[in-house]
């Protein structure tokens, strides 16, 4: 009963590869997010979906596609991976109201060689 | 722009004491304000949010936070931890209409328990 899971768990990968990350939540949320988490445990917002539709890109590099299928799935594909992309990916998802907390998933622990 | 201040990287306490992590948030409007809570290598886990309302508001695990306006703060406060309550907590505003679209987050205080 996950409420929100992310696939892979860990991925370790080399510069220039290209990977995707795969998000499902089974709660009926509307919104999902994407967040990365650096090694100083620094949180910041990346995309954010409601019903399919994108309503928050930022400064991400173009590097970055997301792509919600349905309001169930949200995956991020990276293309070209750098060193600094190392990090833990977070996403997460909600009601679009005024009462929903985010619900996080457990992290997708990126590592670029 | 909105953001949030921790400004306590890292807290140590012992077990039976009080806790009080500050939170410092800036923003133009009414804010919206949350604590999360990451154990390791987990994700984040709502402690306790602010829309409205009073501004004393209680969460799970028996924590409480403060909303104080005239200070623009919002500090997490529990009268006694337990070794469980080690981890990393995050204080975060939420921004757009409906206020939890957007969260930007501090920089965290890691909490650590001493026997």
């Excluded at chain 1, 309001?71 to 109201?97: M, P, Q, T, W």
């Excluded at chain 2, 990393?88 to 505003?93: L, Q, S």
């Excluded at chain 2, 930007?104 to 909490?111: A, H, S, V």
Aim: aromatic share 12%.
């Amino acid at each position: 009963d996950t409420a929100v899971s992310q696939t892979p768990k860990y991925l370790v990968t080399q510069m220039g590869n290209d990977k995707s990350i795969k998000c499902e939540q089974n709660l009926g949320h509307d919104t999902m997010y994407w967040y990365k988490q650096d090694s100083k445990k620094f949180l910041k917002i990346m995309f954010s979906y409601n019903n399919k539709e994108l309503i928050i890109n930022e400064t991400v590099p173009n590097r970055f596609s997301p792509k919600s299928p349905d309001k169930a799935h949200l995956n991020l594909h990276i293309n070209s991976l750098e060193l600094g992309d190392s990090a833990v990916y977070f996403c997460a998802s909600s009601l679009r109201d005024r009462s929903g907390e985010q619900y996080f998933g457990p992290g997708t622990r990126l590592t670029v060689t | 722009a909105q953001s949030v201040t921790q400004p306590d990287i890292h807290i140590t306490v012992s077990e039976g004491a009080s806790l009080e992590l500050r939170c410092n948030y800036s923003y133009g409007a009414t804010p919206y304000l949350f604590w999360y809570v990451q154990s390791p290598g987990q994700g984040l886990q709502l402690l306790l949010k602010y829309f409205s309302g009073d501004t004393l508001v209680q969460g799970i695990k028996g924590f409480e936070a403060e909303f104080k306006r005239s200070q623009s703060s919002f500090n997490l406060r529990k009268p006694s931890v337990h070794w469980s309550d080690a981890a990393e907590y995050f204080c975060a505003v939420g921004t757009s209409n409906f206020g939890n679209e957007k969260l930007t987050f501090g920089t965290g205080t890691r909490l650590t328990i001493i026997p």
